[in-house]
Protein backbone atom coordinates (compact mmCIF):
# COMPACT_ATOMS: atom_id res chain seq x y z
CA UNK A 1 0.00 0.00 0.00
CA UNK A 2 1.47 3.41 -1.35
CA UNK A 3 1.97 6.45 0.94
CA UNK A 4 2.39 9.92 -0.68
CA UNK A 5 2.44 12.70 1.28
CA UNK A 6 3.42 16.45 0.08
CA UNK A 7 3.88 15.60 -3.44
CA UNK A 8 2.47 17.62 -6.49
CA UNK A 9 0.30 15.07 -8.67
CA UNK A 10 -0.64 16.29 -11.79
CA UNK A 11 -3.20 13.82 -14.17
CA UNK A 12 -3.22 14.63 -18.00
CA UNK A 13 -6.75 15.88 -19.25
CA UNK A 14 -7.86 14.61 -22.82
CA UNK A 15 -10.70 15.92 -24.40
CA UNK A 16 -11.90 17.78 -21.13
CA UNK A 17 -12.37 14.57 -19.23
CA UNK A 18 -10.20 13.47 -16.97
CA UNK A 19 -8.43 9.79 -16.75
CA UNK A 20 -10.16 8.12 -13.72
CA UNK A 21 -9.08 4.99 -13.88
CA UNK A 22 -6.31 5.21 -11.54
CA UNK A 23 -6.83 5.36 -8.02
CA UNK A 24 -6.01 4.27 -4.42
CA UNK A 25 -3.44 4.80 -1.69
CA UNK A 26 -3.64 6.72 1.32
CA UNK A 27 -2.49 10.08 0.04
CA UNK A 28 -2.05 13.60 0.90
CA UNK A 29 -2.26 16.07 -1.87
CA UNK A 30 -0.83 19.12 -2.86
CA UNK A 31 -2.79 20.28 -5.58
CA UNK A 32 -1.63 24.06 -5.69
CA UNK A 33 -3.15 27.10 -4.71
CA UNK A 34 -5.88 27.35 -7.98
CA UNK A 35 -7.13 24.13 -6.81
CA UNK A 36 -7.28 25.29 -3.45
CA UNK A 37 -6.43 22.27 -1.12
CA UNK A 38 -5.11 22.37 2.19
CA UNK A 39 -4.11 19.34 3.26
CA UNK A 40 -2.83 17.28 6.53
CA UNK A 41 -2.83 14.00 7.45
CA UNK A 42 -4.06 12.81 11.18
CA UNK A 43 -4.95 9.42 10.56
CA UNK A 44 -5.53 6.71 8.28
CA UNK A 45 -8.82 5.67 7.38
CA UNK A 46 -9.73 2.30 7.16
CA UNK A 47 -10.24 1.14 3.36
CA UNK A 48 -12.91 -1.23 4.46
CA UNK A 49 -15.02 2.25 4.22
CA UNK A 50 -14.57 1.98 0.25
CA UNK A 51 -16.59 0.13 -2.12
CA UNK A 52 -15.08 -3.16 -3.68
CA UNK A 53 -15.33 -4.05 -7.18
CA UNK A 54 -17.65 -6.82 -6.16
CA UNK A 55 -19.85 -4.46 -4.50
CA UNK A 56 -19.88 -1.94 -7.36
CA UNK A 57 -20.63 -5.28 -9.81
CA UNK A 58 -23.30 -6.29 -7.23
CA UNK A 59 -25.19 -3.09 -7.98
CA UNK A 60 -24.73 -2.57 -11.52
CA UNK A 61 -24.40 -5.33 -13.03
CA UNK A 62 -25.20 -4.73 -16.83
CA UNK A 63 -21.30 -3.05 -16.67
CA UNK A 64 -19.22 -5.98 -16.68
CA UNK A 65 -17.50 -3.97 -13.54
CA UNK A 66 -14.23 -6.35 -13.41
CA UNK A 67 -10.88 -4.55 -12.13
CA UNK A 68 -10.10 -2.85 -9.28
CA UNK A 69 -7.45 -0.43 -8.69
CA UNK A 70 -5.83 0.56 -5.41
CA UNK A 71 -2.42 1.90 -6.55
CA UNK A 72 -1.31 4.80 -8.27
CA UNK A 73 -1.71 7.91 -8.61
CA UNK A 74 -5.24 9.71 -7.23
CA UNK A 75 -6.68 11.27 -10.43
CA UNK A 76 -8.97 14.30 -10.86
CA UNK A 77 -12.11 13.74 -11.89
CA UNK A 78 -14.24 15.21 -15.06
CA UNK A 79 -15.14 18.08 -12.51
CA UNK A 80 -11.88 18.76 -10.71
CA UNK A 81 -10.26 18.18 -7.72
CA UNK A 82 -12.52 20.88 -5.84
CA UNK A 83 -15.74 18.12 -7.12
CA UNK A 84 -14.29 15.05 -4.54
CA UNK A 85 -12.95 16.84 -1.40
CA UNK A 86 -12.94 20.56 0.55
CA UNK A 87 -10.46 22.47 2.74
CA UNK A 88 -8.41 21.31 5.45
CA UNK A 89 -8.34 17.52 5.42
CA UNK A 90 -7.35 15.36 8.05
CA UNK A 91 -6.87 12.08 5.81
CA UNK A 92 -8.12 10.65 2.79
CA UNK A 93 -8.24 7.42 0.67
CA UNK A 94 -9.61 6.52 -3.26
CA UNK A 95 -10.68 3.22 -5.07
CA UNK A 96 -11.24 2.81 -8.77
CA UNK A 97 -13.02 0.57 -10.88
CA UNK A 98 -13.22 0.03 -14.46
CA UNK A 99 -14.37 -3.00 -17.01
CA UNK A 100 -11.20 -1.72 -18.78
CA UNK A 101 -13.71 -1.12 -21.74
CA UNK A 102 -15.56 2.11 -21.59
CA UNK A 103 -16.94 2.67 -18.20
CA UNK A 104 -14.89 3.88 -15.02
CA UNK A 105 -15.44 5.20 -11.62
CA UNK A 106 -14.22 6.09 -8.58
CA UNK A 107 -14.47 6.60 -4.79
CA UNK A 108 -12.84 9.34 -2.70
CA UNK A 109 -13.03 9.42 0.96
CA UNK A 110 -12.25 12.64 3.11
CA UNK A 111 -12.18 12.65 6.58
CA UNK A 112 -12.40 16.17 8.73
CA UNK A 113 -11.62 17.24 12.28
CA UNK A 114 -15.20 18.17 13.01
CA UNK A 115 -18.72 17.94 11.75
CA UNK A 116 -18.97 21.82 10.98
CA UNK A 117 -15.41 21.65 8.74
CA UNK A 118 -17.35 18.19 7.01
CA UNK A 119 -20.15 20.18 6.42
CA UNK A 120 -18.45 22.86 4.61
CA UNK A 121 -16.59 20.54 2.52
CA UNK A 122 -20.19 18.95 1.61
CA UNK A 123 -21.51 21.72 0.56
CA UNK A 124 -18.05 23.10 -1.31
CA UNK A 125 -18.23 19.78 -3.08
CA UNK A 126 -22.06 20.14 -4.15
CA UNK A 127 -21.32 23.78 -5.37
CA UNK A 128 -18.63 22.76 -7.55
CA UNK A 129 -20.18 20.18 -8.88
CA UNK A 130 -23.56 22.45 -9.87
CA UNK A 131 -20.95 24.52 -11.79
CA UNK A 132 -18.44 21.98 -13.47
CA UNK A 133 -16.31 24.62 -14.98
CA UNK A 134 -13.06 22.46 -14.62
CA UNK A 135 -13.67 21.13 -18.16
CA UNK A 136 -15.47 21.80 -21.32
CA UNK A 137 -17.00 19.41 -23.04
CA UNK A 138 -16.12 19.41 -27.20
CA UNK A 139 -16.75 21.81 -29.40
CA UNK A 140 -19.30 19.39 -31.20
CA UNK A 141 -21.09 18.60 -28.26
CA UNK A 142 -23.18 20.29 -24.97
CA UNK A 143 -23.54 19.89 -21.74
CA UNK A 144 -26.29 19.81 -18.91
CA UNK A 145 -27.45 18.10 -15.60
CA UNK A 146 -29.82 15.34 -16.29
CA UNK A 147 -30.31 14.61 -12.00
CA UNK A 148 -29.83 17.16 -8.98
CA UNK A 149 -31.39 15.56 -5.94
CA UNK A 150 -31.09 13.69 -2.42
CA UNK A 151 -30.89 9.77 -2.03
CA UNK A 152 -32.76 9.05 1.00
CA UNK A 153 -30.58 6.84 3.41
CA UNK A 154 -30.96 5.00 6.51
CA UNK A 155 -27.65 5.43 7.93
CA UNK A 156 -27.40 8.87 9.00
CA UNK A 157 -26.03 10.26 6.10
CA UNK A 158 -27.24 13.06 3.33
CA UNK A 159 -26.38 12.23 -0.21
CA UNK A 160 -27.02 13.89 -3.23
CA UNK A 161 -26.75 12.77 -6.60
CA UNK A 162 -25.52 15.24 -9.43
CA UNK A 163 -25.51 14.06 -13.19
CA UNK A 164 -24.01 15.74 -15.79
CA UNK A 165 -24.60 14.14 -19.59
CA UNK A 166 -22.29 15.79 -22.52
CA UNK A 167 -24.24 15.42 -25.74
CA UNK A 168 -23.58 15.90 -29.45
CA UNK A 169 -24.72 18.79 -31.27
CA UNK A 170 -27.05 18.66 -34.00
CA UNK A 171 -24.00 19.45 -36.25
CA UNK A 172 -22.65 16.20 -35.32
CA UNK A 173 -25.08 13.79 -34.67
CA UNK A 174 -22.48 10.71 -35.17
CA UNK A 175 -20.50 11.54 -31.92
CA UNK A 176 -20.86 9.36 -28.61
CA UNK A 177 -22.58 11.06 -25.63
CA UNK A 178 -21.10 10.68 -22.39
CA UNK A 179 -22.57 10.03 -18.72
CA UNK A 180 -20.78 11.68 -15.39
CA UNK A 181 -22.73 10.47 -12.45
CA UNK A 182 -21.80 11.70 -8.85
CA UNK A 183 -22.83 10.75 -5.63
CA UNK A 184 -21.80 12.75 -2.51
CA UNK A 185 -22.74 11.88 0.84
CA UNK A 186 -22.07 13.47 4.18
CA UNK A 187 -22.00 10.98 6.90
CA UNK A 188 -20.43 12.56 10.85
CA UNK A 189 -17.02 13.83 9.84
CA UNK A 190 -16.66 12.08 6.38
CA UNK A 191 -17.58 13.27 2.96
CA UNK A 192 -17.73 10.10 0.32
CA UNK A 193 -17.94 11.37 -3.37
CA UNK A 194 -18.33 8.68 -5.68
CA UNK A 195 -17.27 10.03 -9.16
CA UNK A 196 -17.97 7.78 -12.18
CA UNK A 197 -18.15 8.41 -16.45
CA UNK A 198 -19.22 6.23 -19.24
CA UNK A 199 -19.80 6.37 -22.93
CA UNK A 200 -23.37 6.91 -23.11
CA UNK A 201 -25.49 7.68 -20.64
CA UNK A 202 -23.77 6.17 -18.18
CA UNK A 203 -24.97 4.23 -14.75
CA UNK A 204 -28.91 3.82 -14.86
CA UNK A 205 -29.99 5.95 -11.95
CA UNK A 206 -31.32 2.93 -9.75
CA UNK A 207 -28.26 1.14 -10.06
CA UNK A 208 -26.67 4.28 -9.19
CA UNK A 209 -28.66 4.92 -6.21
CA UNK A 210 -27.60 1.47 -5.09
CA UNK A 211 -23.83 2.54 -5.18
CA UNK A 212 -24.66 5.90 -3.28
CA UNK A 213 -25.97 3.81 -0.33
CA UNK A 214 -24.07 1.01 -0.37
CA UNK A 215 -21.46 3.30 -0.25
CA UNK A 216 -22.89 4.90 3.04
CA UNK A 217 -23.77 2.46 4.51
CA UNK A 218 -19.92 1.70 5.30
CA UNK A 219 -18.68 5.22 7.00
CA UNK A 220 -18.46 5.71 10.34
CA UNK A 221 -20.92 7.48 11.88
Known sequence: MKVVMGNKLR???????AAMVAAGGFAVLNMGAADAQTTSTTATPARSQLLTVAEVRKADPAHKWSIQVDKGILPK?????????GRHVSSRMARGYTDDVAAWGAQYVSHYANAATARAAYNSVIATLKTCTYSKPSPT?????????VVKGASGDLTQVIR???YPKPSDPGSEAGGFPYAVTLKG?????????????????????????????????
Open 141 to 149: HARKITENR
Open 164 to 166: WYD
Open 189 to 221: TNVSVLAFREMGPGVAAPNFDKLARAAAVKLPR
Open 11 to 17: VAVAGGV
Open 77 to 85: TYCGPASTE
